[in-house]
């Protein structure tokens, strides 16, 4: 691996990383309030911020000549990772056996969309 490549693996790992602590502060928030409460409640602007981080990041990669197909793959594969701990560790969520052969299956496919 290249370093060039080395940092896009980074910024795509930070940016999964980023959204989902967005995610995570939008699912905390939204609990037991209304639309319009969540978009007022101020920790919104924080959410906001780190969207716009991911935004950059895709922009970052996609100026130093990253591809989309890759990106969006490498992206939705960690984004599964960290989403799956994260409402586990944070949120106590449990998943099936079959929900755990489903990501099983869906990391297996990018990895396999993904090779050359």
């Known amino acids: 691996m290249t370093s060039s490549n080395a940092i896009k693996l ?11 602590i967005a995610d995570a502060t939008v699912k905390k928030i939204s609990k037991d309030h209304s639309l319009l409460a969540v978009l007022k409640n101020p920790w919104m602007i924080v959410v906001y911020a780190l ?19 890759i ?16 409402g586990i560790l944070i949120f106590q969520e449990t998943l099936s056996l079959a929900q755990w052969i489903g990501i099983v299956f869906a990391l297996v496919g990018v990895v396999l969309i993904n090779s050359k």
């Open 71 to 86: 990106y969006t793959n490498l992206f939705v594969v960690f984004y599964s990772i960290f989403g799956v701990i994260s």
């Open 51 to 69: 969207y716009f981080f991911q935004i950059v990041s895709a922009i970052y990669i996609f100026v130093h000549r990253g591809e989309f197909a």
């Open 10 to 20: 980074i910024v795509i790992i930070l940016a999964t990383l980023i959204t989902i």
